[in-house]
């Protein structure tokens, strides 16, 4: 069965600063991961995807993440933080055959400071 | 904007009660499906429709139960509410092509007393 885990629950950062996010997968196969924001009072949004092709993979609002097979991790890193990037990060795996599922992470939550 | 919505925002139910969620897919989408989201925890899989069927169930009981209509929108209902139903509840729906990506509501927030 496939499975995610964050391994943050909270992530502080300072504007301007680099973020990482942490994600390690488990799966039987060449998983789909996905990286969905959770802004507060909004549903969830589509950061970026990873679907076997190119290993780093850029989403929007300057954030990308690296597949790395050996570590089976998944990152979630921008280079430096704005303070509307406060939110919910969740980590996604995906079931692709039959109905689709998406596994959720248990999230990690991205404070910014001034 | 995804162009999914979802009444009520907000609710109170008391324990026993039954209560129904409602969602408007996007325009175009033929499959939705629903999570719930506890308190400090991620969206766990529901259930999903396509086509007004139920083609695919996670780990809820019976008295978790939804319909897809012709046009697509959806509802989820729950009878007998437990106390530990209490969570936001997301509807999400894609069109045809399984490119992963859902397009989710903004949710609806229970709480059962």
């Known amino acids: 069965a496939q499975s995610v885990t964050q391994l943050d629950s909270h992530v502080s950062v300072s504007e301007g600063t680099p973020v990482l996010l942490r994600c390690n997968y488990s799966s039987s196969y060449s998983p789909s991961l996905f990286w969905y924001v959770q802004h507060p009072n909004k549903g969830l949004q589509l950061l970026l995807k990873?679907?076997?092709?190119?290993?780093l993979v850029k989403g929007i609002n300057g954030f990308e993440a690296e597949f790395k097979k050996s570590e089976t991790s998944f990152h979630l890193t921008k280079p430096s933080a704005h303070m509307s990037d406060a939110a919910e990060y969740f980590c996604?795996?995906?079931?692709?055959?039959?109905?689709?599922?998406?596994?959720f992470g248990t999230g990690t939550r991205l404070l910014v400071s001034p | 904007e995804t162009g999914v919505t979802q009444s009520p925002t907000h609710l109170i139910k008391t324990r026993g009660q039954q209560v129904t969620l409602r969602c408007s897919s996007q325009s175009g989408h033929n499959t939705v499906s629903w999570y719930q989201q506890a308190l400090g925890q991620g969206p766990q899989f529901i259930f999903q429709?396509?086509?007004?069927?139920?083609?695919g169930r996670g780990n809820f009981p019976p008295r978790f139960s939804g319909l897809q209509f012709p046009n697509y929108s959806s509802e989820l209902n729950v009878n007998a509410l437990e106390l530990d139903d209490s969570a936001l509840y997301l509807c999400?729906?894609?069109?045809?092509?399984?490119?992963?990506?859902?397009?989710f509501g903004e949710g609806s927030r229970l709480t059962v007393l």
């Open positions: 999400a729906s894609r069109g045809g092509r399984n490119t992963g990506e859902l397009f």
């Open positions: 429709y396509y086509r007004e069927e139920e083609n």
């Open positions: 996604v795996v995906i079931r692709l055959t039959g109905f689709q599922k998406l596994v």
């Open positions: 990873y679907t076997s092709a190119a290993t």
